[in-house]
């Protein structure tokens, strides 16, 4: 059985296949040092791909992504959800900074 390609389309415009390590690498940089296992990021990664996969598209949006992986540690760990949406987000200053943390 073969499986599907999924390609993330990049803000610039860049495509590039869709890689669960590269997903995997993210979460374990966001949740070093917290108490989250590495069965629980895998499951965290395994289900953003079910989700991506079950939308039957060959692309799908970087931000897309990235904001399901927000959504997913946000309910993890609040530690690392911030240190994420930090590399994520691009935080201006430290006011958008506040901003994100008044949300939690």
């Given at each position: 059985m073969e499986v599907p390609?999924?390609?993330?389309?990049?803000?610039d415009g860049r495509r590039e296949q869709y890689s669960r390590d590269?997903?995997?690498?993210?979460?374990?940089k966001a949740?070093?040092?917290?108490?989250?296992?590495?069965?629980?990021?895998?499951?965290?990664?395994?289900d953003l791909e079910r989700e991506l996969f079950a939308r039957?598209?060959?692309?799908?949006?970087?931000?897309?992504?990235?904001?399901?992986?927000?959504?997913?540690?946000?309910?993890?760990?609040?530690?690392?959800?911030i240190r994420f949406a930090s590399v994520y987000r691009s935080f201006r200053d430290i006011e958008s900074f506040r901003e994100e943390l008044a949300q939690l």
């Amino acid at each position: 059985m073969e499986v599907p390609r999924l390609f993330v389309v990049k803000k610039d415009g860049r495509r590039e296949q869709y890689s669960r390590d590269k997903i995997l690498a993210g979460l374990r940089k966001a949740c070093e040092k917290r108490p989250i296992s590495e069965s629980r990021m895998e499951a965290v990664a395994a289900d953003l791909e079910r989700e991506l996969f079950a939308r039957g598209e060959s692309e799908v949006a970087s931000s897309l992504v990235g904001e399901k992986l927000m959504e997913a540690l946000r309910s993890l760990d609040p530690v690392a959800y911030i240190r994420f949406a930090s590399v994520y987000r691009s935080f201006r200053d430290i006011e958008s900074f506040r901003e994100e943390l008044a949300q939690l």
